[in-house]
Antibody, heavy 117, light 105 residues
Framework: EVQLVESGGGLVQPGGSLRLSCAAS????????MSWVRQVPGKGLEWVAN????????FHVDSVKGRFTISRDNAKNSLYLQMNSLRGEDTAVYYC??????????WGQGTLVTVSS | SYELTQPLSVSVALGQTARITCGGN??????VHWYQQKPGQAPVVVIY???NRPSGSPERFSGSNSGNTATLTISRAQAGDEADYYC????????FGGGTKLTVL
């Protein structure tokens, strides 16, 4: 069974840092692009970042550039999102998602990040 | 920057056909994907590349894309189809529409 399981969310103060992880199983992780997508509670979906198979290409939405970094470890079948200088507007559920070309075939259950003092 | 426009809400009578639109400049030249999201759950793809159904997506779901509008069509709507629906394209980056809440009356 194809599965993505996120972890690492929680409550953090403004200006703080968190590292999200996504454990992949049931498929050949190393041959897929992977993404992070977030959703403010009650709002729509927003793409945050994606990364190609060997991590030679990484893209981030403008609002997180310079603060968030996507990475992966193919040996561990894991995707990461390092989030620094967190702001209130980063509060959201963060989903890990497997890309099949330009669309998402599999999503994790999400992990909630709350930025608040 | 490219934008995708969806109606905030669509209502459909039980057993009738619902159509959810996604507007964008010359969207017909792009591949459009559709996701269903029920409360408290992660999104699930229901249509990819305009009109392809992944395994597990009911035959009642279909898609079309031409000109400036892509459309998700749900035939014989069921109560279980009530959800938020999002369109998505890959422009320079990945872009989602604002989402449409489907209500089955």
């Amino acid at each position: 069974e194809v599965q993505l399981v996120e972890s690492g969310g929680g409550l953090v103060q403004p200006g703080g840092s968190l590292r999200l992880s996504c454990a992949a199983s049931g498929f050949n992780f190393r041959i897929y692009w992977m993404s992070w997508v977030r959703q403010v509670p009650g709002k729509g979906l927003e793409w945050v970042a994606n990364i190609n198979q060997d991590a030679s290409e990484k893209f981030h939405v403008d609002s997180v550039k310079g603060r968030f970094t996507i990475s992966r470890d193919n040996a561990k079948n894991s995707l990461y999102l390092q989030m620094n200088s967190l702001r209130g507007e980063d509060t959201a559920v963060y989903y890990c998602a497997k890309q099949e070309g330009g669309w998402y075939s599999t999503w994790g259950q999400g992990t909630l990040v709350t930025v608040s003092s | 920057s490219y934008e995708l426009t969806q109606p905030l809400s669509v209502s459909v009578a039980l057993g009738q056909t619902a159509r959810i639109t996604c507007g964008g400049n010359n969207i017909g030249s792009r591949n459009v994907h559709w996701y269903q999201q029920k409360p408290g759950q992660a999104p699930v793809v229901v249509i990819y590349r305009d009109n392809n159904r992944p395994s597990g997506s009911p035959e009642r779901f279909s898609g079309s894309n031409s000109g400036n509008t892509a459309t998700l069509t749900i035939s014989r709507a069921q109560a279980g189809d009530e959800a938020d629906y999002y369109c998505q394209v890959w422009d320079s980056n990945i872009l989602f529409g604002g989402g449409t809440k489907l209500t089955v009356l």
